[in-house]
């Protein structure tokens, strides 16, 4: 029989806010695999348990050599157990090459639910949450990171991004060159923690705020790209376009319907430009 990978979210500041499943995984798994075992330690001396099974590291440094490690402990029966220094395995922390080796192997994953900043920072941003995206950790290098912020400028839905404080500053000032200064924007810095602050605003004011240096762990949400403001388009254009649909075979009346709907327009607006084109000089 093989054993199971239970990923665990660990609490992203407030150790109460652990999950109770959390207690139960630590004390019957056989082996923990921990981003880093010193705070495990004192997750696990703070929540008030003692781990029965083996203690292994799993950190970016080694889960490539590790991987088959716990792999080969899955398919002899073990109970493996991940946890990463603060909320979900595998969002934007170790656990991904694991769970994909573990499925190919035919091994059962599971999950324990835990806090989430991602989550955390979204409701608390006032920004719409109906649709969100997570952008991970932009780029170190200056370069790079304006060329992932070109691409995502136009994006529609909430964005979420992770940042390091000693780059936080630099990060909103590229943001707000990419995004506009006024896109609205907030740096939530702490959740659950003592010194919980979000801070919310156009870009250009939290890039000037930041400026003087910003502690502690950081999510930033970013609202989405406006909607584009609808094409004009003459009454010759409209009517240069129904000519081009009828040419490549649709129905006077079906190419009508369609620039119509690819303008947002009515109907009757596009017909009247085809008659007026149908009866100029």
């Not at 630590?26 to 348990?49: H, K, N, P, S």
């Not at 781990?51 to 402990?73: D, I, K, Q």
């Not at 964005?159 to 909103?172: C, G, K, N, Q, S």
């Not at 003087?212 to 254009?237: F, H, L, N, S």
Request: hydrophobic fraction near 50%; aromatic fraction near 4%; include cysteine.
């Amino acid at each position: 029989m093989t054993g199971v990978l239970v990923l665990a979210g660990t609490p992203i500041g407030d150790v109460e806010d652990a999950p109770p499943r959390l207690r139960a995984e630590l004390t019957g798994a056989d082996v923990i695999a921990a981003e880093d075992t010193r705070r495990l330690r004192r997750l696990t001396q703070a929540l008030g348990v003692a781990p029965a099974g083996r203690v292994v590291s799993y950190f970016e440094g080694n889960e490539v050599a590790r991987t088959p490690e716990l792999v080969a402990a899955l398919q002899g029966g073990a109970r493996v157990l991940l946890v990463t220094d603060a909320g979900m395995p595998s969002v934007s922390d170790p656990g991904y090459r694991l769970v994909d080796a573990a499925v190919a192997a035919g091994i059962k994953v599971t999950a324990v639910p835990g806090p989430s900043a991602v989550l955390t920072a979204l409701a608390l941003s006032a920004l719409p949450v109906d649709r969100f995206t997570f952008e991970g950790f932009l780029p170190r290098k200056a370069g790079d990171r304006s060329r992932q912020l070109a691409q995502v400028a136009a994006e529609p839905r909430t964005m979420v991004f992770f940042e390091a404080p000693h780059r936080i500053a630099e990060t909103l000032e590229a943001m707000a060159a990419a995004f506009g200064a006024d896109r609205p924007a907030a740096v939530c810095r702490e959740l659950t923690k003592t010194y919980e602050e979000v801070k919310r605003g156009p870009l250009g004011e939290l890039a000037a705020w930041a400026a003087d240096g910003v502690r502690g762990e950081i999510t930033v949400v970013v609202a989405g790209a406006p909607p584009a403001a609808p094409e004009e388009v003459g009454p010759a254009e409209l009517a240069r376009r129904v000519a081009v649909r009828e040419e490549a075979g649709e129905r006077r009346k079906e190419a009508i319907a369609a620039v119509a709907t690819e303008l947002g327009l009515r109907k009757s607006v596009v017909f009247d430009a085809v008659v007026a084109a149908k009866h100029a000089p």
